[in-house]
């Protein structure tokens, strides 16, 4: 690459302060309005069933689309682009309901067994899985992906705001968003394998636990490591302070299963998650505070040794460990069923409305104890992704669980029939109704995909200059690659494929 368009590359990505967080809310609130417009369009209209060339443009368009001119040609009025997919949801829902096509008929119940009685329900709570997939935990996975996937090319290009990029030191930004973001789905996802762990007979001890979580990380610092000598090997752009001269974003996936593994053990002593995860925010805030950690992280040069010069993604680990575990808490709240005899599915359902409600009010007060002033007893501690400090740790769990309400709540409103269902058939399928193959394409794939939008990332940044393309070449360039990822990851579906990394 050449050195002079190198220093360009790396100062365009460099030294940002980020924005405002309410424009961030803004931005981000485009993939709910996404999902309420598809969600109307589907309930009312059925017209994502069958999905036909018609649908997938319009699924491309709402649940990518939508994301993609928000971060990009919206940029300056998200909310207008709100206002834009609400208002024809609005006019659906106000419009008669289309009657849908009648169901399969399913075999009569047996004589005694109304619908309404405890004897009936518990019956019925055997034909169905206590962990079943929620449609609206895919929406908000995939919409985090697409997310993702677009702003780490659009990035490179000058129609993506310097504000929406990584800060430096200090502020809040749309990528510093995704980044957490994509660690506290992922806690999410683990709860599953956590509950489902709960109901077997024996539980396999530590050392098994390590050793399955380190075959699990292996990949992914393989990865780290191919993209460490691809990136020093091909003399690409680099932003050091983003995580150090070689750690990188993998590598932080990779180390998160063994030590996640370690705080496990401590659930039996600490029988919470969100308790662990703010134990280890407190206690490294405490560090950054009270000793030199800081100023290391953040000011002292580059010393020989590897500590010094990856300091920022090793010590920046911590924050993301208690963001990961923040994750698997509010998992392990949402993903069970929560029927039982005494608990009708209307009732389950509200009651994870609830907890998503009271989860998003908790961590949302106390990032502004931690980040303003709160008249006058708040710590106002600037928000810091290079740190991963605690306030940034706040944030990440308060945004991430007010998004997962807004969608559990749209699910609930436009499907209740989901929660609602009887049987294994029926339920799987409300929950495909109530799924867009887009985003479950791209849920069922993600780290794949995420490794493939890397790459193809830095195709295109090997292949032109980003720097100087026009809005249009950049936009182009942009649908073009979504619609790659989108496409890869559609036939993936279509055939059934689930690559594991």
Known sequence: MDQNYKARKEAFVSNHSGGSISEINAVTLVAPASIFLWSALQSRLSFFTPYSAASLVTDFLLNVGAILFATTLYSSSP???????????????????????????????????????????????????PFPVHPFLTMYRGAMLVTTFVAILAVDFRVFPRRFAKVENWGTSLMDLGVGSFVFSAGVVSARSILRNQTASSLATLPKRLAASTRHAIPLLILGLIRLYSVKGLDYAEHVTEYGVHWNFFFTLGFLPPFVEIFHSLFAVIPSYEALSLLIAIAYQVALESTDLKGYILISPRGPDLLSKNREGIFSFIGYLAIFLAGRATGLRIIPRGTSPSRTPQQARKRVLSSLAALSVFWTVLFLLNSTYAFGYGARIPVSRRLANMP?????????NAQIFLLCLLETLFFPSVHRATDKESEAERSSFATSRLMAAFNKNGLFLFLLANLLTGAVNLSMNTLDASTWQAMAVLIGYMAVVSGVALVLDIFNVKLKL
């Open 79 to 129: 909310l207008l682009l709100n206002i834009l997919l609400v208002s024809p949801a609005v006019l659906l829902l106000l419009g008669p309901k289309q009657t849908r096509a009648p169901q399969k008929a399913k075999p009569p119940r047996p004589a005694g067994t109304q619908d309404g009685t405890a004897e009936s329900r518990r019956n019925r709570q055997g034909d169905l899985e």
């Open 392 to 400: 940034y740790v706040l944030w990440i769990a308060a945004f991430n």
